[in-house]
T-cell receptor
């Protein structure tokens, strides 16, 4: 299995508070991705990174920012959490864009 | 954007049965993957198969890129095969995987 960890694994927070989720990989893969999974919507891409300090938006990027200062870490920040951001967040990695993506264990976020 | 449709949406199998899951997509792709999400939520990559046929144990997959569909075969199903199976595609020159809605599989003992 690819070495991908996510932290925290579970979080409960209140509306309006900032939240940062961390994805850490030990595979030295170039590409890293953040997805959210919601009933009825499947998995949707939030942001992705194609290298250190190189990031781009996905299809549901509003309300989220990301940073990648090291190859191994990709951070997802909710600047001011809203109830609509309650979801399960998955990080994924791939060696190059068209190749196999490997997923982390997910983070369950509840925004009250 | 590209559309990805999976069928059937739900499948109930008796242990030992065989089944076929289908993924149709609306545009040319250079990446197609099948994933299994187990009941604990973990997403496991099954196949990277933009074209052709691959086999891994009791699972096999075939993608006919020219006709824009892929099939996932489960043979001699086991209860551990339960979960949701997702197909995901990446358009040529695209930058994101688009996931289908999934097929929820329940294998009964």
């Amino acid at each position: 299995d690819a070495g991908i960890t996510q932290s925290p694994r579970h979080k409960v927070t209140e509306t309006g508070t900032p939240v940062t989720l961390r994805c850490h990989q030990t595979e030295n893969h170039r590409y890293m991705y953040w997805y959210r999974q919601d009933p009825g919507h499947g998995l949707r891409l939030i942001h992705y990174s194609y290298g250190v300090k190189d990031t781009d938006k996905g299809e549901v990027s509003d309300g989220y920012s990301v940073s990648r200062s090291k190859t191994e870490d990709f951070l997802l920040t909710l600047e001011s959490a809203t109830s609509s951001q309650t979801s399960v967040y998955f990080c994924a990695i791939s060696e190059s864009k068209p190749e196999t993506q490997y997923f982390g264990p997910g983070t369950r976020l509840l925004v009250l | 954007g590209i559309q990805v449709e999976q069928s059937p949406p739900d499948l109930i199998l008796q242990e030992g049965a065989n089944s076929t899951l289908r993924c149709n997509f609306s545009d040319s792709v250079n990446n197609l993957q099948w994933f299994h999400q187990n009941p604990w939520g973990q997403l496991i990559n099954l196949f990277y198969i933009p074209s052709g046929t691959k086999q891994n144990g009791r699972l096999s997959a075939t993608t006919v890129a020219t006709e824009r569909y892929s099939l996932l075969y489960i043979s001699s199903s086991q209860t551990t095969d339960s979960g949701v199976y997702f197909c995901a595609v990446l358009k040529a020159a695209g930058n994101k995987l688009t996931f289908g809605g999934g097929t929820r599989v329940l294998v009964k003992p």
